[in-house]
């Protein structure tokens, strides 16, 4: 790459916060940008009856989600869902955890990667390839996250 390309490439990457070589790995997202993406994920799924029913096939969902990556259009979050049902306790409830692809379009659209020998595939093609290994990792701490859905669980159960 030329000097003059390399260095029009490094001005646009720092605008836009992304990486001019496949090789290079993104840089983690601010706590207050990835506060608000997962506050955005969130609401698609908790508010969104055809996000939700890409997710699961029934009932109300309570979500947390951990982003780990965005483009401009696209939101890349790990994602954990309970159905929330009258007189169902948090332990009983059926839920899953799942990494995402939420575009941010009109309407919003999002992708979940298949179970099973379809999963690998699904994420390579949904994840572009410097967040697949994040993908394939899904929460970096999945007690954490239990407790926080455990917590937003209860108060939207009161």
């Known amino acids: ?18 990486a001019c070589d496949s090789g290079d790995e993104r840089a983690p997202l601010p706590p207050a940008q990835a506060a ?15 996000a939700a029913s890409a997710l699961m096939s029934h009932g109300p969902l309570v979500c947390v989600a951990e982003p780990f990556g965005a483009d401009p259009a696209i939101v890349y979050a790990a994602l954990f869902c309970v159905v ?3 007189g169902v306790a948090f ?19 999002v992708e979940l990667p298949g179970d099973g020998a379809a999963h690998q595939p699904d994420i390579e093609r949904i994840f572009p ?12 701490d999945p007690r954490a996250a239990e407790r ?9 159960n009161r």
């Open 36 to 50: 608000e993406l997962a506050t955005f994920v969130v609401d698609v799924f908790e508010n969104d009856p055809a």
């Open 84 to 86: 929330r049902e009258a």
């Open 148 to 156: 926080e859905l455990a917590a937003r669980f209860a108060a939207q």
């Open 129 to 140: 390839e410097d967040l697949r290994e994040r993908a394939f990792e899904g929460y970096r």
């Open 1 to 18: 790459m030329g000097r003059s390309l390399r260095v029009l490439c490094v001005a646009l990457a720092a605008a836009l916060g992304v």
């Open 91 to 109: 332990d009983d409830s059926s839920g899953v955890s799942t990494v995402v692809a939420v575009h941010r379009a009109s309407p919003v659209r």
